[in-house]
């Protein structure tokens, strides 16, 4: 088959798209790509700004230090200062929300909270809500392990969440799918890919975990699927790896974004945190 998803995509449920502030960069970065993505929707955009309360409290004992970011020196955790400097991000966060979000013409909110950020944005969330959050912002480095903040939305969260990082150049320009033989009736996912390749105008490659040489039964339906939207893809029937071999394929496809859904088996064999380590691109996993 061609590999241009071209013409009638799936069109999802719109709900809200809520981003995560914390005023990073990446969380800047994340804030953009949900504007956009809230645009093509027509959907609201609800910024989430939480003061975390375990940081809160450790500012209160006096042993309590924090690591300069630049200098790598400590000093003084003091509950005050971090008061204001929380007051200052929630208001920069408010500023760079209508500034990314006002001039296109969108339903906008912020939200500040305190508590937990997994607590609190499941108490805002719906399983039509897309979740974003840059991913360094909120989990980790490249290469790093992946946080509990991140770990536990992508895990728990009843809709969509997308894990945000800077894109890659043009030669890695593909939006690649990752199914379970046994996930070809999750319509979701493969329309999430479609919409998501539809909107960076990039080719799509659909992966298929199968223990089954081939599998043609399986690379039949998906081709059924694409068909009903009018879309194409390359089709790749790939053994049930570990999280490296996934890896090492979705590099020779030159992915520069994967979709894979909760029920994917790489969650069910403790994978995911060793995937998103090799990984450094967008990746959405959907409900």
């Keep these: 088959?061609?590999?241009?998803?071209?013409?009638?995509?799936?069109?999802?449920?719109?709900?809200?798209?809520?981003?995560l502030l914390d005023g990073s960069r990446l969380s800047m970065l994340a804030l953009e790509a949900a504007a956009e993505i809230a645009a093509v929707r027509g959907a609201e955009v609800l910024g989430v700004f939480v003061e975390e309360v375990d940081v809160l409290r450790s500012a209160g004992y006096g042993f309590a230090r924090e690591v300069g970011a630049s200098s790598g020196a400590t000093r003084p955790m003091d509950s005050a200062v971090m008061e204001t400097r929380l007051r200052a991000l929630a208001e920069q966060a408010r500023r760079s929300l209508e500034q990314?979000?006002?001039g296109r013409g969108l339903r906008q909110a912020l939200k500040l909270c305190r508590g937990?950020?997994?607590?609190?944005?499941?108490?805002?969330a719906t399983p039509d809500d897309l979740v974003v959050m840059g991913r360094a912002g909120w989990s980790a480095?490249?290469?790093?392990?992946?946080?509990?903040?991140?770990?536990?939305?992508?895990?728990?969260?009843?809709?969509?969440?997308?894990?945000?990082?800077?894109?890659?150049?043009r030669q890695r320009n593909r939006?690649?799918?990752?199914?379970?033989?046994?996930?070809?009736?999750n319509h979701r996912t493969l329309?999430?890919?479609?919409?998501?390749?539809?909107?960076?105008?990039?080719?799509?490659?659909?992966?298929?975990?199968?223990?089954?040489?081939?599998?043609?039964?399986?690379?039949?339906?998906?081709?059924?699927?694409?068909?009903?939207?009018d879309a194409s893809a390359r089709i790749r029937v790939i053994p049930r790896a570990s999280a490296l071999q996934i890896a090492r394929l979705l590099r020779e496809e030159s992915a520069g974004q994967l979709v894979l859904s909760r029920?994917?088996?790489?969650?069910?064999?403790h994978d995911m945190d060793r995937l998103v380590v090799e990984l450094n691109m967008p990746i959405t996993v959907t409900s």
Excluded at 206 to 218: F, W, Y
């Design 1 to 19: 088959m061609t590999d241009q998803p071209e013409s009638r995509p799936a069109t999802p449920s719109v709900g809200r798209v809520l981003v």
């Design 100 to 102: 990314a979000v006002g």
């Design 116 to 124: 937990s950020v997994i607590h609190e944005v499941l108490g805002l």
């Design 141 to 169: 480095m490249p290469g790093s392990r992946l946080g509990s903040t991140a770990r536990g939305l992508i895990r728990k969260a009843p809709g969509d969440v997308l894990l945000w990082t800077e894109l890659k150049p």
């Design 175 to 185: 939006v690649v799918v990752l199914l379970n033989d046994d996930q070809l009736e």
């Design 191 to 229: 329309s999430a890919a479609l919409e998501l390749a539809r909107r960076h105008r990039q080719p799509l490659t659909v992966l298929i975990r199968s223990e089954r040489a081939g599998n043609p039964d399986a690379v039949r339906a998906i081709e059924q699927q694409l068909a009903a939207h």
């Design 263 to 269: 029920q994917c088996s790489v969650f069910d064999e």
